[in-house]
């Protein structure tokens, strides 16, 4: 057997032995879970036997499958249909005329509702029973391989035509309106709780906002545990990625958002002093360009709804040009109208110091020239059109800074630190700081590096560093490792770089390579819609095939990565 054939064999075989542990009785919450929401949509046909101005009452109970809450679509006989040489009664044509839901099941008829259209006596019903547009949500609650496991579930049955929402906090007017835009019939809304275990919760609604059903099933702790490790089959390192776009500037920050509010992404990238967005769709198509100052270099930049009016603001951190300053600022960006032709900027907010997006609010951490950072990291608090910096936050472990860190639970509830420290190595923390594990090797570098003192001076005083960013999702994380031109080096030369995926088991940190080989140095990365955006920098910062063709060779590239697993 050819060693490709081989790799095709065990890949298909070890397949094959996760979804037999997947479908095995142990997973009896999930498979609970699943069976009740297909309950809805199972394949049901009847006919309408009575009408009044209280009720519809349908030939159809619990006897054939019938539950409260299912729709089905009401069928009138149209024209008759005959055969084109014998003449004969083929049959009649189904004419939809309206829907409607069951509110009350007997065992041999039930009563509904009409939703839309009309029913009179003797009209057919009739639920699709399979290829249902459902849109399919996990809030940041739900364990990354817990909600995974669920949609492969849902998947598997063959019932449902699953729909992906965003992992990001998504209210229920959000979650209707991008049913509407993504053609949905239902949404399947999940979050979860400690309590004894992990609690799942699901709300089953219809796209115009009916709740079907809420239901909720315990999750066993050492169920996520095996699902965690038996998983890492599906986290098959992605090489290939799904799109690839060349960006003729010398971009550093990435971030991917809805940031005018119009249901479309934009890809916002800066440079050391513009931001450049970026229509994202199949294609990367230039909106407009801001300018910022020539006196200050753009070190981090996130977006977040912080003050909750449904836009996202952009949050921008920059150094001044003599290292004697920090600036960061909150800006609503403003879309082109019919007067302005382009994006523009509108500042809300504005202080010294370094500021960051966690859990979609703002902190804080002041800046020292000499040391870079200083003092403790506080909370930003948004109240009536103002933003206003708070008490530090004691919960943090005294030895992180702004950009050091991402905070993570473990499969009890416990919250634990991942922490990039000044070496470069991945460490766990607990609250008090106390490190429980630290990577065997180091990242291979930082996001930027600067030195310490705002004069120059004979005696060196070392380095502050901006790490790289720390993606976390409750229970796993997504990190970057580089590796250097030159081995055991920290440089500005990369070869290529690595996203890793970590989570915690039994107070240790698992890792697994979700993507492989990006050639190059990982600037920046974002994640959206169970997708990655890699932002990259080529060995040399040189595109050697654009010196072949006689174009600018220095720029950066982004990346489009699936990073779903199942």
């Known amino acids: 057997m050819s060693r490709k054939a081989t790799i095709v064999f065990i890949s298909i075989f070890l397949f094959c032995l996760v979804e037999g542990i997947s479908s095995a009785s142990e997973w009896t919450p999930l498979i609970t879970l699943k069976e009740k929401t297909l309950s809805y949509l199972a394949s049901l046909e009847g006919k309408i036997i009575s009408v009044s101005s209280e009720n519809i009452v349908i030939d159809i109970g619990k006897r054939e499958g019938a539950n409260n809450g299912m729709r089905l679509k009401v069928l009138r006989q149209g024209i008759p249909f005959y055969h084109p040489v014998t003449g004969e009664l083929v049959g009649n044509a189904e004419v939809p005329v309206g829907v409607v839901e ?64 965003p992992i990001e906090p998504m209210n229920k007017e959000q979650l209707l309106r991008l049913a509407g835009e993504k053609k949905t019939e239902m949404i399947i809304a999940l979050s979860s709780e400690i309590e004894g275990g992990i609690i799942l919760k699901q709300t ?244 930027r590096s600067f030195d310490k003192g705002a004069a120059p001076i004979i005696v060196e005083m070392g380095k502050w560093h901006i790490k790289n960013r720390i993606v976390t999702e409750k229970t796993h994380a997504l990190v970057v490792k580089k590796e250097p031109l030159i081995k055991q080096a920290r440089t500005i030369w990369y070869k290529n770089s690595q996203l890793l995926l970590v989570w915690i088991a039994s107070g240790i940190l698992q890792q697994s390579v979700i993507i492989e080989s990006i050639s190059g140095e990982v600037l920046d990365y974002a994640v959206f819609d169970n997708k990655v955006a890699v932002l990259s920098k080529p060995l040399f910062g040189l595109k050697a095939k654009n010196i072949l063709k006689g174009k600018n060779p220095f720029g950066t590239y982004v990346q489009i990565f699936s990073i779903k697993g199942g």
Not at 116 to 127: P, Y
Request: glycine fraction near 8%.
């Open 204 to 447: 089953l609604m219809w796209k115009d906002g009916s709740v079907v059903s809420t239901d909720k099933v315990l999750i066993p702790r050492e169920m996520i545990a095996k699902l965690r490790e038996e998983n890492k089959f599906f986290l098959t390192p992605q090489n290939e990625a799904l799109l690839r776009f060349s960006i003729p500037i010398d971009a550093e920050n990435l971030t991917v958002t809805d940031i005018d509010g119009d249901h479309n992404l934009e890809m916002i990238i800066s440079t050391d002093t513009d931001i450049y967005i970026y229509r994202y769709d199949i294609d990367l198509e230039l909106q407009g360009r801001i300018k910022g100052k020539t006196t200050e270099e753009i070190i981090w930049l996130d977006t977040a709804d912080l003050n909750r009016d449904g836009k996202r603001e952009l949050v921008v951190s920059t150094i001044s040009d003599k290292r004697d300053h920090v600036y960061s600022y909150v800006y609503r960006v403003i879309p082109p109208n019919s007067i302005q032709g382009d994006f523009r900027l509108e500042k809300l907010w504005q202080t010294e110091g370094f500021v960051r997006v966690l859990n979609n609010g703002l902190i804080y951490q002041k800046y020292s020239p000499v040391d870079g950072y200083t003092g403790p990291i506080r909370r930003v608090v948004y109240n009536n059109g103002d933003f206003s910096i708070k008490e530090e936050i004691k919960e943090f472990p005294p030895i992180i800074n702004i950009y050091d860190f991402g905070e993570m639970r473990d499969n009890n509830g416990d919250i634990y630190y991942l922490y990039i420290d000044d070496e470069a190595y991945l460490n766990l923390l607990n609250p008090e700081g106390l490190v429980l594990w630290r990577s065997s090797n180091n990242l291979g570098g930082f996001k």
């Open 102 to 165: 069951i509110t009350e099941t007997g065992n041999i008829i039930s009563k509904c509702r009409v939703i839309s259209g009309e029913a009179k006596e003797g009209d057919i019903v009739r639920s699709s029973g399979q290829n249902t547009r459902v849109l399919f949500y996990q809030d940041d609650s739900v364990d990354y391989f817990l909600g995974d496991a669920y949609y492969r579930e849902l998947k598997k049955s063959g019932l449902v035509v699953l729909v992906d929402a």
